[in-house]
């Protein structure tokens, strides 16, 4: 009853006077000082960071002209996504001219097998900005999945078993300091002579470059799953052992939801980590992707040509932060601790 009374004088009260008490109330503060740490921090951060560039810019030359600032920058990123627009339009009038000659054909009375040649035929135009980014996403998503495919089961026995760990420890130590540079002409040379075919259905260009992130990506992943596995409470292991659980459940049901923190650390950080080896591997090889993109615009040496490696730079990054945000998102959805959630 004092609760309906309190609440209809609350209701009863001026606009004022509701809004100040509302100002004053503590649920008001907290939600304000997330606001402050959330959005306005960081903004304020970023204007920051553009005056910085933009008064430093206009200070350095080079010789292709003065260091671009962001208004150049983002005029150029605007130029690459009408570039994109541009080669849409032209692709679809192209396949829409191969429709035409293909109702013509099939007006004539043509052989079915020559129409099927003239609808094979593919859009060759050059792949633009956004199209290398897409290539990109797809051969460093491919390289880490399959990283993570072999990294988390040898990661989860290193754990469980002392001697395999024994065993496996100095081949890891070997390989995981081994830069990506010297494992592409390597892979180069494997995929050459290993993978022949008159009708191939990857691009030997990918599977240099997805191998690559995957040779890369596999340690971070075996290390960290290994020490999440190995930490793991030996209290919830004798709890095991008195229901006598098989091996598999005890994996399933103790292992693992107790790794997992440090098994997610494990793959952020071979994320970024072969999101950084594609991008230096493209460039090397002149693999289709981002890296390629910078290295074509560096020897274009035009004088937009620093503006559009700016704009290629910031995508890079912001693409590697959500790629981590993502599996970030990821460790959440399957984390039963939260607590124990590195951001």
């Known amino acids: 009853m004092s609760i309906a009374i309190a609440s209809r004088k609350t209701f009863d009260m001026p606009m004022k006077d509701r809004l100040m008490e509302f100002l004053a109330s503590e649920r008001f503060g907290r939600g304000f000082q997330r606001f402050i740490k959330s959005l306005l921090i960081p903004f304020v951060a970023i204007l920051v960071f553009l005056a910085l560039w933009s008064v430093g810019a206009s200070k350095v030359q080079t010789s292709l002209g003065v260091l671009p600032g962001p208004v150049k920058v983002w005029e150029q990123a605007m130029v690459l996504f009408d570039e994109h627009q541009a080669e849409r339009v032209k692709e679809a009038a192209f396949y829409e001219r191969l429709q035409k000659r293909v109702d013509k054909a099939v007006a004539a009375g043509k052989p079915q097998e020559r129409i099927d040649k003239i609808q094979g035929r593919k859009y060759t135009g050059s792949p633009t900005f956004f199209d290398q980014i897409l290539t990109s996403l797809k051969t460093v998503g491919t390289g ?195 607590n124990a959630i590195v951001r």
């Open 144 to 338: 880490f999945i399959v990283a993570s495919l072999i990294a988390i089961p040898i990661g989860i026995i290193c754990g469980m078993s002392a001697t395999f760990y024994q065993a496996v420890n100095p081949i890891i130590q070997i390989f995981k300091p081994v830069s990506p540079l010297a494992w592409l002409p390597l892979v180069t040379m494997v995929v050459s002579a290993v993978y022949v075919s008159n009708d191939p259905m990857f691009e030997k260009s990918f599977l240099n470059s997805a191998i690559t992130v995957t040779l890369c990506c596999l340690w971070p992943t075996i290390i960290n799953t290994t020490v999440g596995v190995a930490g793991v409470s030996k209290d919830l292991i004798n709890v095991s052992r008195v229901l006598r659980l098989n091996w598999f459940t005890k994996t399933v049901k103790i292992i693992l939801p107790s790794a997992i923190p440090m098994m997610f650390t494990g793959l952020r950080l071979s994320l970024s980590i072969g999101w950084m080896v594609l991008i230096a591997a493209e460039m090397l090889a002149q693999n289709p992707g981002l890296g390629k993109f910078v290295w074509d615009e560096f020897q274009n040496g035009s004088s937009n040509s620093l503006a559009r490696i700016m704009v290629a730079v910031l995508v890079i990054g912001f693409v590697g932060f959500l790629l981590d945000r993502g599996t970030l998102a990821l460790q959440r959805a399957v984390s039963w601790d939260r």
